[in-house]
């Protein structure tokens, strides 16, 4: 069940999206950015949210690629 505030809406969820999934996009009649991952992930985001979880994700990338480095696997 999706939690909307003032500042955004939260909604958790666990997607797993094979390497060999085939990777869809497009911009929708209101503007937003559609991706697609062979139908198991359908993500609609405004343009302003789009450049802000490529920036987010492009920020976290290298500590969680170091960290991964570090930690034992389970």
């Known amino acids: 069940m999706p939690f ?3 500042i955004g809406v939260e909604h958790s ?10 990777f869809k ?7 937003d950015f559609e991706l697609n991952f062979d139908g198991v992930v359908d ?6 949210a ?3 979880v490529y920036r987010m994700l492009g920020d976290a ?3 969680l690629r ?9």
Not at 13 to 22: E, P
């Open 66 to 74: 170091e960290f991964s480095d570090t930690e034992p696997a389970e």
């Open 4 to 6: 909307q505030s003032d």
């Open 61 to 63: 990338l290298p500590d």
């Open 43 to 48: 993500l609609s985001l405004t343009p302003e």
């Open 13 to 22: 969820s666990y997607i797993k999206i094979h390497t060999d999934a085939r």
């Open 25 to 31: 996009s497009h911009i929708t009649g209101d503007g």
């Open 50 to 52: 789009a450049v802000k």
